[in-house]
């Protein structure tokens, strides 16, 4: 078994806002090794995005960590320093936003943007580019995300590209040094199907080739079944399944997985479910129970007093429900 | 079968200032729609698919009359209402073509409560009479499944799957034949394009609607509507009914477009074609080639591809494709 | 942002978001200081006599001390309570400037952002253009000249020059409201050109009027005793912080009270009203965390 990279434990956290506190993420557990490629699904509000954040440091003024550990690399990025902090986002972590648009300054040039980032990044062994070689390695990173004549997209502005070009040139900004983790939060989401399939399959075949691990953040189970080898079903700020990415959409236990594919259309055909039930849960007010139980028509009166265990019902896939605990005792 | 809706080489052009390389600034027509032609039955719904700068919205906007066609004809039961742009057209056929647009954020005023907002039908058309207004309000919320409370509820308060239903109210509190969806969950969690897309469907038989569907997503198409549409750079390139569409597609974009979709199991991984892959993006539609639009990425273009824009041609009935691939009319490609 | 949203009501929210900068906070006791004083200025005022005409040499020209906290001018009138009636006028200058520019301001500007690119915003953006260039003060002054000074005369004038903006601002919110979607949709359902201007795109004009007003009614006064101070607006025995200012230059560095506790009410003022506006455009914001 490979070594592991990042290794999430009981991670909580939530938001301080007028009515009180908003209790997200309510202890996830979350591994990733070094090479592999992990997904973690979950529609809106479930909490992805504020995990990703965490994982950089950059949660939004009203948000508090109140518990658990993130450790990169055998550190825990939480109790790291400013500086700490910054090397991480220098040299370990990548990340990759939604938006190529509003995440690209518009009134610098590409050539700005790049020089700048590749400038304070930093080479695994604490030492920085040196100024003379930032140009060539941003053309060099240009050239392996595709994108021809590197030089005029150099000279150009956000403005004068197209969406999919943006965001080539926001996956070539990622890996233009080495890092050991790129996060990615949903990067094709605004942009059309064949560009997007053009990115995946960009974002696949360099971070295979370089030995980068992935965390791909999606609320579409169709790109993280194509893009990922493990993937993690949030709900409610919870992790309700986990299993290698063909076991749990091939075979999902968890009712809350069962019911969200049966609403993905398919391209077989079959029709789609008429939805889930119910609301978002309310993060002001969770309980203690399963999340997902006031939505569940399988729930037992268990579920909604007490958390459900997390039970592995086949080799290397877990579930978090009560209807499973028989099976984790035999 | 009644034809409601029917569009006949319809055509949009808008001009924009262009610098040419001699620096002098130059008018060209940015052809949005370019020679479309389809039509929409009574009780069906019609796919449009198109990624961005296929024209597609400007279509839905042109057939609302927000922009006035610069050609071709659009016909509405039988009435050519191809001139008529929105200020001009009549409140009954203002009734008769509804819109249901794609971002949930700005469809509904943000100032007004989402009773304020279904009232304005209702007090334009006379719906019913002033004191019944409110009542009336409720019956549109229960339509779409939504509780009275939400009548003074503010649209940030609410989510955007519950927005879209309320836009759907909106648009049914008319009675309109005719929908048009732009995208309408586009920008929905799957959970909640389910919900709606239901509703949709079962409004579509309870009230015998017709719907023009807006959409870049094929697996929704395939499960969704009778008849699909292909538009690329203005221009349709194939149409099929439902099923033979996705048995069958025949234009290298349609399969270009196919073979892009991501899925999440192994029974539709095996319906994708394999031997096309996605690849070039789409021009600007200021500076469309002579010939094919497709034609710049095209993986089995024919010398002819970039000199003549091909004609469409009925290879199946009901399926009809525009390449030069399909024309047996020419002998030598 | 489900979730977040439900977290919100609105009043209750729109005060968090108020009092999250705690100098806001401050401003808004600043102005409330101000409103009761003004209004309550009979009662409070420790020598409320001198708010008129009043000679007493025999208190004139007295530094601050404990019986005259502001200390006394030439004539033997109290400046603290001739400060506190002043800021009558100051509020009557303020508050109704704005309920006169604002109505008429808002309605060109409306009007015109509806009509974009045509020939009718052309029009009026145009003589708008004209206000505008001309310096509004320069432009106020010479209103006030034209006919006999009083407080009414200069708020006209200020109104006169001031107007214009309030048309600008709301021009550029409506013009690109105007292309919202759910103005197409409006639109779509039929709905006429009265109902869209006044119940669809002027609503959302409000937010940045609103802060536009808070903030301004500082500068409004100042404008107001800017005027005053040269003689243009409440003529003598009337207190009005302006002249108090003007008529005690003459006698600075020596008897520096007579126009320097005028002139530090005025910022007073002006501070309060800006911090009050700082508030007021956080609480309209529409931030989520």
């Given at each position: 078994?490979?070594d592991?990279?990042?290794s999430?434990?009981?991670?909580?956290v939530?938001?301080?806002?007028?009515?009180?506190?908003l209790?997200?993420i309510n202890?996830?557990?979350?591994?990733?090794r070094?090479?592999?490629?992990?997904?973690?699904?979950?529609?809106t509000?479930s909490?992805?995005?504020?995990?990703a954040?965490?994982?950089?440091?950059?949660l939004?003024?009203a948000?508090r960590i109140?518990g658990?550990?993130?450790l990169l690399?055998?550190?825990?990025?939480l109790?790291?320093s400013a500086?700490e902090?910054?090397i991480?986002r220098?040299?370990k972590?990548a990340?990759?936003?939604q938006?190529?648009?509003s995440?690209?300054?518009?009134?610098?040039?590409?050539?700005s943007?790049m020089?700048?980032i590749?400038g304070?990044a930093y080479?695994?062994?604490g030492?920085?580019i040196?100024?003379s070689?930032?140009?060539e390695?941003?053309v060099?990173a240009?050239?392996?995300?595709?994108?021809?004549?590197p030089?005029?997209?150099l000279?150009?502005y956000?403005f004068?590209?197209?969406?999919?070009?943006?965001?080539?040139?926001?996956?070539?900004?990622?890996l233009?040094?080495?890092?050991?983790?790129?996060l990615?939060?949903?990067?094709?989401?605004?942009?059309?199907?064949?560009?997007?399939?053009?990115?995946?399959?960009?974002?696949?075949?360099r971070?295979?080739?370089?030995?980068?691990?992935m965390?791909l953040?999606?609320?579409s189970?169709?790109i993280?079944?194509?893009?990922?080898?493990?993937?993690?079903?949030?709900y409610?700020g919870?992790?309700v399944?986990?299993?290698?990415?063909?076991?749990?959409f091939e075979?999902p236990?968890?009712?809350?997985?069962?019911?969200?594919?049966s609403?993905i259309?398919?391209?077989?055909?079959g029709g789609?479910?008429s939805?889930?039930?119910?609301?978002m849960?309310n993060y002001?007010a969770?309980?203690?129970?399963?999340r997902?139980s006031?939505?569940?028509?399988k729930a037992?009166?268990?579920?909604?007093?007490e958390?459900?265990p997390?039970?592995?019902?086949?080799?290397?896939h877990?579930?978090?429900c009560?209807?499973f605990?028989?099976k984790?005792r035999? | 079968?009644?034809e409601?809706?029917k569009?006949e080489?319809?055509?949009?052009y808008f001009?924009?200032?262009?610098?040419?390389?001699?620096h002098?600034r130059?008018?060209?027509?940015l052809?949005a729609?370019d020679g479309?032609?389809?039509?929409?039955?009574?009780g069906?719904t019609?796919a449009?698919?198109?990624?961005?700068?296929s024209?597609?919205s400007t279509?839905a906007?042109?057939?609302?009359?927000?922009y006035?066609s610069?050609?071709?004809e659009?016909w509405?039961?039988d009435m050519?209402?191809?001139t008529?742009?929105?200020?001009k057209?009549?409140?009954?056929l203002?009734k008769?073509?509804?819109v249901v647009?794609?971002?949930?954020g700005?469809?509904?005023?943000?100032?007004?409560?989402?009773?304020?907002s279904l009232?304005v039908p209702?007090?334009?058309?006379?719906?019913v009479?002033?004191?019944?207004v409110?009542?009336r309000v409720k019956e549109l919320?229960?339509t779409?499944?939504?509780s009275?409370e939400?009548?003074?509820k503010?649209?940030?308060?609410?989510g955007g799957?519950?927005?879209?239903l309320?836009?759907?109210?909106?648009?049914?509190a008319v009675?309109p034949?005719?929908?048009?969806?732009d995208?309408?969950?586009?920008a929905?969690d799957?959970?909640?394009q389910?919900?709606?897309i239901?509703?949709?469907v079962k409004?579509q038989?309870?009230?015998?609607?017709?719907y023009?569907f807006i959409?870049?997503?094929?697996s929704?198409?395939?499960?969704?509507?009778?008849?699909?549409e292909i538009m690329?750079?203005g221009?349709?390139y194939?149409s099929?009914?439902?099923l033979?569409?996705?048995?069958?597609?025949?234009?290298?974009?349609t399969?270009m477009?196919?073979s892009s979709?991501?899925v999440?199991?192994?029974?539709?991984r095996?319906?994708k074609?394999?031997?096309i892959i996605?690849?070039?993006?789409?021009?600007n539609p200021?500076n469309?080639?002579?010939?094919?639009g497709f034609?710049?990425?095209?993986?089995?273009?024919?010398?002819?591809?970039?000199?003549?824009?091909?004609?469409?041609?009925e290879?199946?009935?009901?399926?009809?494709?525009?390449?030069f691939?399909?024309d047996?009319?020419r002998?030598n490609g | 942002?489900?979730t977040?949203n439900r977290?919100?009501d609105s009043?209750?929210?729109a005060?968090?978001k108020?009092?999250?900068?705690?100098?806001?906070?401050?401003?808004?006791?600043?102005v409330l200081l101000v409103?009761?004083?003004?209004?309550f200025a009979?009662?409070?005022?420790?020598?409320p006599?001198?708010?008129?005409?009043?000679i007493d040499f025999d208190?004139a020209?007295?530094?601050?001390?404990?019986?005259h906290?502001?200390?006394?001018?030439i004539?033997?009138?109290d400046?603290?309570?001739?400060?506190?009636?002043a800021f009558?006028g100051?509020?009557?200058?303020g508050?109704?400037?704005?309920?006169?520019?604002v109505?008429?301001g808002?309605?060109?500007?409306l009007?015109?952002?509806?009509?974009?690119g045509?020939f009718?915003?052309?029009?009026?953006?145009r003589?708008t253009?004209?206000?505008?260039t001309?310096p509004?003060?320069?432009?106020?002054?010479?209103?006030?000249?034209?006919?006999r000074?009083?407080?009414f005369?200069?708020?006209?004038?200020?109104?006169?020059?001031?107007?214009?903006?309030?048309?600008?601002l709301?021009?550029s919110?409506t013009?690109?409201?105007?292309?919202?979607?759910?103005?197409k949709a409006?639109?779509?359902?039929?709905?006429?050109?009265?109902h869209?201007?006044?119940?669809?795109i002027?609503?959302n004009?409000?937010?940045p009027?609103?802060t536009?007003?808070a903030?301004e009614?500082g500068?409004?006064?100042?404008?107001?005793?800017t005027l005053?101070?040269?003689?243009?607006g409440?003529?003598?025995?009337?207190?009005?912080?302006?002249?108090?200012v003007?008529?005690g230059?003459q006698y600075?560095p020596?008897?520096?009270w007579?126009?320097?506790?005028?002139?530090?009410?005025?910022a007073f003022?002006?501070?309060?009203?800006?911090?009050?506006?700082?508030?007021?455009?956080?609480?309209?914001?529409t931030?989520?965390l």
């Amino acid at each position: 078994m490979a070594d592991l990279l990042l290794s999430i434990t009981d991670l909580k956290v939530g938001y301080r806002v007028y009515k009180g506190q908003l209790k997200v993420i309510n202890g996830v557990n979350i591994e990733v090794r070094k090479g592999e490629r992990v997904g973690i699904v979950g529609e809106t509000g479930s909490g992805k995005t504020t995990i990703a954040r965490s994982i950089t440091g950059i949660l939004p003024k009203a948000g508090r960590i109140s518990g658990g550990k993130i450790l990169l690399d055998g550190k825990d990025v939480l109790t790291m320093s400013a500086h700490e902090l910054s090397i991480l986002r220098g040299q370990k972590v990548a990340m990759i936003f939604q938006d190529p648009t509003s995440a690209l300054n518009p009134v610098l040039k590409i050539g700005s943007i790049m020089s700048d980032i590749i400038g304070y990044a930093y080479n695994p062994d604490g030492s920085r580019i040196p100024k003379s070689q930032i140009h060539e390695t941003a053309v060099n990173a240009l050239g392996s995300a595709s994108l021809p004549d590197p030089d005029r997209i150099l000279a150009s502005y956000p403005f004068q590209l197209s969406g999919g070009m943006r965001q080539r040139v926001f996956i070539a900004m990622a890996l233009a040094t080495p890092r050991e983790l790129l996060l990615a939060d949903e990067p094709t989401t605004n942009l059309d199907v064949t560009i997007q399939d053009q990115i995946l399959r960009l974002i696949k075949t360099r971070v295979d080739e370089r030995h980068v691990s992935m965390i791909l953040i999606s609320h579409s189970l169709d790109i993280v079944s194509e893009m990922t080898d493990r993937v993690y079903m949030l709900y409610g700020g919870t992790v309700v399944e986990q299993a290698n990415t063909r076991d749990l959409f091939e075979n999902p236990y968890h009712p809350y997985s069962r019911a969200l594919m049966s609403c993905i259309p398919k391209l077989s055909g079959g029709g789609i479910a008429s939805g889930i039930s119910g609301e978002m849960v309310n993060y002001l007010a969770p309980g203690n129970g399963c999340r997902f139980s006031s939505r569940c028509s399988k729930a037992l009166p268990v579920c909604v007093t007490e958390p459900p265990p997390m039970v592995e019902v086949e080799p290397g896939h877990r579930v978090a429900c009560f209807l499973f605990s028989e099976k984790q005792r035999s | 079968m009644e034809e409601l809706l029917k569009v006949e080489n319809l055509k949009k052009y808008f001009p924009v200032n262009v610098a040419s390389i001699s620096h002098r600034r130059k008018t060209v027509d940015l052809k949005a729609i370019d020679g479309v032609s389809f039509y929409v039955n009574r009780g069906e719904t019609v796919a449009l698919v198109g990624e961005s700068g296929s024209g597609k919205s400007t279509t839905a906007d042109t057939i609302l009359g927000l922009y006035k066609s610069t050609g071709g004809e659009i016909w509405f039961r039988d009435m050519d209402i191809s001139t008529m742009v929105i200020a001009k057209r009549p409140l009954s056929l203002k009734k008769e073509i509804q819109v249901v647009f794609q971002d949930p954020g700005t469809s509904l005023n943000p100032r007004r409560t989402v009773g304020q907002s279904l009232e304005v039908p209702l007090r334009v058309h006379n719906i019913v009479e002033k004191g019944k207004v409110s009542e009336r309000v409720k019956e549109l919320l229960a339509t779409v499944g939504l509780s009275p409370e939400y009548m003074d509820k503010y649209p940030r308060t609410i989510g955007g799957g519950e927005r879209q239903l309320v836009a759907i109210a909106r648009a049914l509190a008319v009675h309109p034949s005719l929908v048009i969806l732009d995208e309408p969950t586009s920008a929905l969690d799957e959970s909640m394009q389910a919900k709606i897309i239901t509703m949709l469907v079962k409004l579509q038989t309870g009230l015998n609607l017709s719907y023009l569907f807006i959409t870049h997503n094929l697996s929704l198409v395939r499960n969704v509507a009778t008849r699909v549409e292909i538009m690329y750079l203005g221009k349709i390139y194939e149409s099929a009914a439902t099923l033979d569409f996705f048995t069958k597609p025949l234009h290298p974009y349609t399969q270009m477009l196919l073979s892009s979709v991501p899925v999440v199991t192994e029974a539709e991984r095996k319906l994708k074609p394999k031997h096309i892959i996605s690849t070039g993006e789409i021009p600007n539609p200021v500076n469309v080639p002579p010939g094919c639009g497709f034609c710049p990425r095209c993986p089995v273009k024919l010398k002819k591809c970039s000199e003549e824009d091909p004609p469409s041609v009925e290879i199946m009935p009901g399926h009809v494709v525009k390449c030069f691939l399909y024309d047996k009319g020419r002998a030598n490609g | 942002m489900k979730t977040f949203n439900r977290a919100m009501d609105s009043t209750g929210n729109a005060i968090y978001k108020f009092s999250r900068n705690k100098v806001s906070v401050v401003g808004f006791f600043m102005v409330l200081l101000v409103v009761v004083v003004a209004i309550f200025a009979p009662v409070l005022a420790p020598y409320p006599k001198s708010a008129g005409a009043l000679i007493d040499f025999d208190n004139a020209s007295k530094a601050p001390s404990l019986t005259h906290l502001f200390g006394t001018d030439i004539e033997g009138r109290d400046i603290l309570s001739r400060v506190m009636f002043a800021f009558r006028g100051a509020l009557v200058m303020g508050l109704g400037v704005i309920a006169m520019i604002v109505p008429l301001g808002v309605l060109v500007g409306l009007f015109a952002g509806y009509y974009y690119g045509t020939f009718i915003d052309t029009i009026i953006m145009r003589v708008t253009d004209i206000f505008v260039t001309l310096p509004a003060l320069l432009l106020a002054l010479a209103v006030a000249s034209l006919g006999r000074p009083s407080l009414f005369h200069s708020m006209m004038a200020v109104a006169f020059a001031w107007w214009p903006y309030y048309a600008r601002l709301t021009y550029s919110q409506t013009s690109s409201i105007r292309n919202e979607t759910f103005i197409k949709a409006s639109e779509t359902i039929g709905a006429g050109k009265r109902h869209i201007m006044f119940a669809e795109i002027l609503p959302n004009c409000l937010a940045p009027i609103f802060t536009k007003m808070a903030l301004e009614i500082g500068w409004v006064i100042l404008m107001g005793a800017t005027l005053s101070f040269v003689g243009l607006g409440e003529q003598p025995p009337t207190a009005a912080l302006g002249t108090m200012v003007s008529d005690g230059a003459q006698y600075l560095p020596a008897q520096w009270w007579i126009s320097v506790f005028p002139a530090l009410a005025i910022a007073f003022i002006v501070l309060g009203f800006n911090l009050l506006g700082d508030g007021i455009k956080n609480m309209v914001s529409t931030e989520v965390l």
